[in-house]
């Protein structure tokens, strides 16, 4: 079963910039890596989501939130196995914990609903002071 592990949270100031990795054990079956975000007593939001059409292919598909869209780009680095969240301008209420996630080929047209995914990485703590 495939393995996701995030990192790259911190603590940065208002129009600050931070980039999270999720670290992809295999991209065997995986056709969708989203990225999703729960802030205290909030349900947990997607906010982004790569998709492709295969392992090693170069053609890709991007989604955004439109509460992010503009400032976070997702984007994949094979050789690494690693998939990344780069974030700018953040606010405060972009303070919460990312996860990345994905669900065994199935692929994603748009952000999905985080029921719509199985698999989910331990979670990286972002945190943005005004």
């Known amino acids: 079963q495939v393995q996701l592990v995030e990192s790259g949270g911190g603590s940065v100031q208002a129009g600050g910039s931070l980039r999270l990795s999720c670290a992809v054990s295999?991209?065997?079956?995986?056709?969708?890596i989203s990225w999703f975000r729960q802030a205290p007593g909030k349900e947990r939001e997607g906010v982004a989501a790569?998709?492709?059409?295969?392992?090693?292919?170069?053609?890709?598909?991007?989604y955004y939130v439109d509460t992010v869209k503009g400032r976070f780009t997702v984007s994949r680095d094979l050789a690494k196995h690693t998939d990344y969240l780069q974030m700018h301008s953040l606010k405060p209420n972009d303070t919460a914990m990312y996860y990345c996630?994905?669900?065994?080929?199935?692929?994603?047209?748009?952000?999905?609903?985080?029921?719509?995914?199985?698999?989910w990485g331990q979670g990286t703590q972002v945190t943005v002071a005004s």
């Open positions: 790569l998709a492709t059409d295969g392992v090693r292919t170069s053609y890709t598909s991007k």
């Open positions: 996630a994905t669900s065994p080929r199935t692929s994603c047209v748009g952000v999905p609903h985080r029921l719509a995914v199985t698999i």
């Open positions: 295999s991209y065997d079956y995986v056709n969708c």
